[in-house]
């Protein structure tokens, strides 16, 4: 067994591997590679989020999460995918600005690493507030335009199944954190 990559998951060095490649329907004669036959294949690549990327966090109203560090999902889609701007990337489709606030659309596009195709995902929308509130003081965000090109991008993201253990709630079993903590 080879060198297991951080986007590896458990259950794919599990597998044993078959010789022979299956058959395409219809096609008695041709072969594809079992990644390109697998729908779930980028999703699970992409969904095991390493703890130390994570972080809790508490919204007004009591609402807590685990909040992703955007740096490490940019890393994660480079060793997948190659470099930003070459493997993949993303594009603003539009914005706007209601309540005080910045809404940014965007989308991202991949290159198949199997069939090396151009893809994308479905448009999504972030925002940020451009007022913040400290220490009782309003003050304009100078970031609020990139912080919601960093959640529309993110929502993106989780389309193709990056930390998508953190989205669904894994990461709230502590048994599952140390299982992520054991393999990063």
Not at 6 to 33: H, L, M, Q, R, W
Request: a negative charge; glycine letters at 10%; proline letters at 6%.
């Amino acid at each position: 067994m080879g060198r297991m990559s951080k986007t590896d998951t458990v259950a794919e060095t599990e597998k044993t591997v078959s010789t022979a490649a299956p058959k395409i329907a219809g096609s008695p004669n041709a072969t594809v590679e079992p990644a390109a036959t697998d729908p779930m294949h980028l999703w699970n690549r992409l969904r095991r989020t390493d703890p130390k990327a994570t972080k809790p966090f508490t919204r007004s109203g009591g609402f807590r999460g685990t909040q992703i560090d955007p740096t490490w999902r940019l890393m994660m889609m480079t060793e997948v995918f190659g470099p930003v701007g070459k493997g993949w990337g993303y594009e603003q489709m539009d914005w706007t600005i209601a309540e005080r606030m910045v809404f940014i659309c965007a989308r991202v596009w991949y290159l198949d690493p199997e069939t090396g195709e151009k893809c994308w995902t479905g448009p999504q929308w972030g925002g940020t507030e451009m007022v913040r509130r400290r220490n009782g003081i309003e003050a304009p965000d100078d970031e609020c335009f990139k912080m919601s090109m960093t959640d529309a991008v993110g929502k993106c993201l989780v389309q193709l199944g990056l930390a998508a253990d953190v989205h669904m709630g894994q990461f709230d079993d502590s048994k599952y954190r140390e299982e992520a903590e054991a393999f990063y």
